[in-house]
């Protein structure tokens, strides 16, 4: 990095009224904001003096429409800022992003997961906006946010991305298998075990009663939380625990006895699975909705049946081109907007959940958006702290879980998973 580190700045709130002026929620006009890029760095863009911030993400479905209607409501709500929203493939804004604002015409924002976010905080290439926290009564959208979005992107006593989409994983159902299976409202799991028995109730030879995939570090994750265990916080393995072992071996029983799941699925073999029409229940991130539509399937879904669950968690990241007060106002109004209530609301178009605890029951269009919204609060990165070795870390998880599934010694593959893992963390 040449341009643009990081800098500190404090008295914002004198530049954010500028920003603010109108930005208590809107109902604005679909319609793309799409950018072809461009020095949209923080110039006037010929926008007649506003301050103008090019935003790069990846959402390209209906969630990106619904994410262009937002931007839209923000441009035409004030007249001191604009934003630029471009859709971009997320891998090419990983290839991109660096080299890009090293260049100085890269994004002021960018929509990424605490997964990356570490990385390039230490690469100077994100800023910390502790500032936007620590003012809600500018920014009035924070005490509405769900607690648990800005602790997975807290390092150092510095909070570094404003909450953008999030949703904790839940249990999506085919509603014709559980009726076929005799269960009913009543029958909705309020603990693993019970889920288990449930699962064991869909499965009959023909059908499977979860879609389980033993080859996915966020369903491991998961599990290992659910049990009172761990597994990698903070960039510290906790994989060889006693309260792992038992929960393991819970889960190898119901593969390997009871036969409720297919073993050696990925999320993708997983997905598939379901959407055939031969799988009970799936663990699944929002898009569920939309792909089980997509194959036929009428689902409804129900929270995991525990405090911690695995969930996705993107945030729109200040970068390192944003290096004058303006630039700075901008992001912080355009992220207070974004969360306000109005506009969360919109964002439930998306499938996803509000990133806010305060929306009413009536305000939420789908009540499976409104069940999840019902879990935000236990969504979690499950790497957290994990800054190199991703793959590697992740097959060899994977191999102890797969390992287990089809019945291998689980505490002997904790053990030796544990110090493979350490070796990737070190």
């Not at 510290?236 to 819970?250: H, Q, R, Y």
């Not at 699925?265 to 959407?275: I, N, R, V, W, Y």
């Amino acid at each position: 990095m040449e341009r643009k580190l990081p800098v500190a700045f404090g008295g914002l709130a004198l530049v954010a009224a500028l920003a603010l002026a109108a930005c208590g929620g809107g109902t604005g006009g679909s319609g793309s904001s799409g950018s072809s890029g461009g020095d949209a760095t923080g110039s006037d863009g010929g926008g007649g003096g506003k301050t103008t911030l090019l935003a790069w993400h990846g959402y390209t479905e209906a969630d990106g429409k619904v994410l262009d209607k937002i931007v839209a409501a923000f441009n035409e709500s004030q007249d001191a800022c604009e934003v630029k929203a471009e859709a971009i493939a997320w891998a090419s804004i990983t290839e991109k992003l660096i080299t890009s604002l090293g260049a100085g015409n890269g994004p002021n924002l960018v929509v990424q997961g605490p997964d990356t976010g570490l990385g390039y905080v230490n690469q100077g290439a994100f800023l910390d906006v502790q500032d936007y926290y620590d003012d809600p009564e500018t920014y009035t959208s924070v005490p509405a946010l769900f607690p648990n979005l800005a602790e997975a992107v807290t390092w150092d006593g510095k909070t570094y991305g404003i909450p953008m989409g999030t949703a904790a994983y839940a249990m999506y159902y085919n509603k014709d298998l559980w009726a076929a299976a005799g269960l009913t409202d009543a029958d909705v799991p309020t603990t693993i075990d019970e889920m288990l028995d449930v699962a064991k109730k869909m499965t009959n030879g023909e059908n499977y009663g979860i879609a389980a995939p033993d080859k996915d570090p966020i369903f491991l994750a998961t599990i290992l939380h659910s049990g009172g265990g761990d597994f990698i916080t903070d960039g510290e393995a906790f994989i060889d625990s006693p309260e792992n072992v038992a929960t393991l071996e819970k889960w190898q029983k119901a593969f390997v006895e009871d036969k409720v799941s297919p073993t050696g699925m990925d999320q993708t073999a997983a997905m598939e699975l379901f959407g055939s029409g031969r799988a009970g229940m799936i663990l699944n991130g929002p898009w569920q909705i939309t792909s089980a539509e997509s194959f036929g399937i009428d689902a409804d879904v129900f929270g995991w049946p525990a405090t911690w669950v695995a969930g996705v968690l993107n945030y729109w990241w200040s970068t390192s081109m944003n290096d004058t007060d303006e630039e700075k106002a901008c992001v912080y109004a355009f992220g207070d907007f974004w969360n306000s209530r109005d506009m969360q609301v919109v964002w439930q178009d998306s499938f996803y959940p509000p990133n806010r605890s305060d929306i009413t029951p009536e305000e939420f269009t789908d009540s499976r958006i409104a069940t999840l919204a019902e879990f935000s609060q236990y969504a979690h990165y499950y790497l957290s702290g994990v800054q190199q070795n991703f793959n590697d870390i992740s097959s060899t998880t994977n191999a102890m879980m797969e390992q287990i599934s089809q019945g291998g010694n689980v505490a002997d593959l904790v053990a030796s998973t544990q110090s493979k893992v350490e070796g990737y963390l070190k």
